[in-house]
C-alpha cells in the first residue's frame, strides 16, 4: 500500500509567511523607508522574507511525501528535499512506533521523530487504514 500525501503544512506555512512578510515590508516602506530607493526597498524585502523561507523548510523537515507499507516493511519519503534534505527511510514495521495525536500522526524509529503524517494531507480511507496498522505500534 503506497499513500501520497498531499504538501498542505508548507502550504498553510507559506501563506502565512507571504502575508506577515508583506505586512512587515509595507510597514518598512511607509515609515522608515519612506526615502529608499526601489533597489534598497528591494534588498531588505529579500532580507527579510530570506530567513522566514528557510524557516518554513526547517518546519516542514517532518512532512511526508509518500507513505509505503509492504508486508512487514515501511518507506518514508518526505516533502523537503531542497534545503534540509532528508533520505528516505526504509524500516520493518517492528523498528517504527507512532504516537497519535491530535490530527497526526508522529512516526518514531529508535525513539526519534521521523516523520509527521498529518490527516488533512491523506484522504480519509487512506488516515483510517494507516491507523489500524499502527495501532499495535503505539509508543
Not at 77 to 98: G, P, Q, Y
Request: glycine fraction near 2%; charged fraction near 20%; hydrophobic fraction near 50%.
Amino acid at each position: 500500500m503506497t499513500i501520497k500525501c498531499k504538501a498542505v503544512h508548507i502550504n498553510k506555512l507559506v501563506i502565512r509567511m507571504a502575508i506577515i512578510g508583506g505586512i512587515i515590508i509595507l510597514l518598512l516602506i511607509l515609515t522608515l523607508l519612506k526615502d529608499w530607493d526601489s533597489m534598497n526597498i528591494f534588498t531588505a524585502s529579500v532580507a527579510i522574507l530570506a530567513p522566514m523561507l528557510v524557516y518554513v523548510f526547517y518546519l516542514n523537515r517532518f512532512e511526508l511525501v509518500f507513505l509505503g507499507i509492504e508486508n512487514d516493511q515501511v518507506h518514508l519519503s518526505f516533502v523537503n528535499n531542497s534545503i534540509f534534505k532528508r533520505k528516505d527511510i526504509k524500516a520493518t514495521i517492528n523498528e517504527i512506533s507512532v504516537e497519535q495525536n491530535d490530527s497526526k500522526l508522529l512516526i518514531f524509529q529508535d525513539k526519534k521523530l521521523q516523520a509527521i503524517l498529518r490527516k488533512e494531507a491523506v484522504d480519509s480511507s487512506d488516515w483510517n487504514r494507516v491507523i489500524q496498522i499502527f495501532a499495535k505500534r503505539s509508543i
